[in-house]
């Protein structure tokens, strides 16, 4: 089964398109800091705090998305509950004598 969000592209699309993003920016973030002339424990310090500040940017990337997943899920069940609560009101009125 494969989930689509709302604009009807497929989730595991997404997620490689941001999966292969993610790690396009860490390996680059690591070459350019491994080939840049600075001291070994100064690059391991660069490395370290880039490494937080993508990671962090990376997890609010993740929830936006999630939240926004969450949110078009909620709307499409309040709409079938909708729908569901309007037949059977129709179905009860049918079969009242």
Do not use: H
């Amino acid at each position: 089964m494969k989930l689509i969000d709302q604009n009807g592209i497929t989730l595991n699309t997404t997620m490689k398109v941001v999966g292969a993003f993610l790690l396009g920016t860490a390996i680059g973030t690591a070459t350019g800091l491994l080939v840049a002339p600075s001291s070994g424990s100064a690059t391991r310090k660069q490395l370290k705090k880039k490494t937080k500040k993508y990671s962090q940017e990376a997890l609010d990337m993740a929830t936006d998305y999630l939240d926004s997943l969450r949110k078009g899920y909620n709307k499409k069940i309040e709409r079938y509950a909708g729908n569901g609560k309007t037949a059977i009101d129709s179905l009860k009125e049918n079969i009242k004598l």
